[in-house]
């Protein structure tokens, strides 16, 4: 989301993070190791796939910690998730042919998808994740978030994922694994990605730095089943060449030098504290207006909210005590929305979830008075 207007004092906005307890002195020494690099070498294009280094830091961090095998030159360094999404559906799909995605979903990926002609068909989620039986029996491409479904939450059961790959290869169909910020998991034993249980080549594993380290950063990869390698690296190349390799080199001295998984462990800490401080004053004086839905990843949760409110109302409500709220209709395209909110953590720390939700409950009481 682009914001051009003041945040209110309590933000639950989703899809940031918080660069306060961002490393930046240790950046800035990734930053001019960068500088000092590019200063030594030729004024010249770099490879569409990125540069080695990263390549390489990505492989390696994502077989350790996401049980993604591969090799660093299957990896190809995009400008963000939302370039990995377009370069695949460039390379797979052909105007008109169908693409399904979980309903709710991702908005951003589903006006992408739209854009470049693809006939976008929602697809129903439950518990479980995608229902993988309601799939169009002519999708070329399915786009899902099976660590931490977007937006609800729940992560997809392994039978799910064993369902959805089997789908995916009787139908010849490329099974897209968005994960966006599998990387905090709070609960539960740590669980398969898709691209891991994946044998038969069908699945394109979609990363980002967004919600790492902070989403201006406009880093993401995605590995590709093999096949499409050499077409992605080609759309790369006539869309915009390759990414900045200044952020790149810097981005690969930050991961190989150990600082990244050193943050990752502090900032793992650090929402778990948020996520359990959000969850213990929804369950406790809010639980009247809110039931959290199952979760176990990311730096946002979604709450049912119990009548007699509508989304509207409630946003409206706390905006009346500078909270912002954030609500999730508008993530819905085929199923009737459930009226619930976006609790994002990434940017609001324990103190702020405390002192918002705290306006939150005062205002909500006062309105129900008020009714
Ligand atoms: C489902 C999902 N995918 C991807 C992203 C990140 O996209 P990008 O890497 O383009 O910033 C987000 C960020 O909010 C997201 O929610």
Redesign the pocket.
């Known amino acids: 989301m682009t914001r051009t207007e003041a945040p209110p004092d309590y933000d639950f906005v989703g899809?940031v993070t918080d660069k306060r307890v961002f490393p930046f002195d240790q950046w800035r020494r990734c930053v001019s190791h960068a500088l000092r690099v590019q200063a030594r070498g030729r004024g010249a294009y770099h490879d569409p796939a990125g540069e080695q280094e990263l390549r390489l830091a990505v492989a390696r961090y994502l077989a350790f910690s996401r049980a993604v095998g591969s090799h660093w030159q299957e990896v190809i360094i995009t400008q963000?998730?939302?370039q990995a999404l377009d370069l695949l559906t460039r390379v797979a799909i052909r105007p008109g042919e169908v693409i399904a995605m979980e309903d709710p979903g991702?908005p951003p990926a589903r006006i992408l998808f739209a854009a470049l002609g693809a006939h976008v068909v929602p697809v129903a989620v439950d518990e479980e994740g995608l229902i993988v039986d309601a799939l169009p029996p002519n999708a070329r491409m399915v786009y899902v978030?099976p660590s931490h479904q977007?937006p609800l939450g729940m992560p997809m059961s392994l039978e799910r994922r064993l369902a959805l790959l089997a789908w995916a290869q009787r139908h010849g169909a490329l099974v897209v694994e968005?994960d966006?910020d599998g990387e905090y998991r709070f609960e539960g034993r740590p669980m398969e990605s898709l691209k891991s249980l994946d044998t038969a080549g069908v699945v394109a594993y979609v990363g980002?730095f967004?919600k790492t380290i902070f989403?201006e950063l406009r880093v993401?990869y995605v590995i590709p089943p093999a096949p499409l390698g050499t077409a992605l690296r080609r759309a790369r190349e006539v869309s915009d060449w390759h990414s900045c390799t200044m952020t790149q080199i810097a981005l690969a001295k930050f991961m190989l030098d150990g600082y990244f998984a050193k943050h990752l462990r502090r900032m793992h800490k650090e929402y778990a504290a948020r996520r359990a401080a959000l969850l213990e004053r929804l369950r406790g004086d809010l639980a009247q207006w809110f039931t959290p839905l199952p979760s176990a990843a990311g730096i946002h949760l979604v709450a049912a909210i119990r009548g007699p409110h509508d989304e509207a109302a409630m946003i409206r409500v706390a905006a009346t005590r500078s909270v912002g709220l954030y609500g999730t209709a508008g993530m819905f395209a085929g199923t009737a929305p459930r009226p619930a909110l976006l609790f994002g953590y990434g940017g609001i720390d324990v103190a702020g979830i405390q002192g918002g939700l705290g306006r939150l409950a005062d205002a909500l009481s006062g309105h129900r008075d008020a009714d």
């Open positions: 899809g963000g998730a939302q991702y978030t977007f968005d966006y980002t967004s989403p993401g």
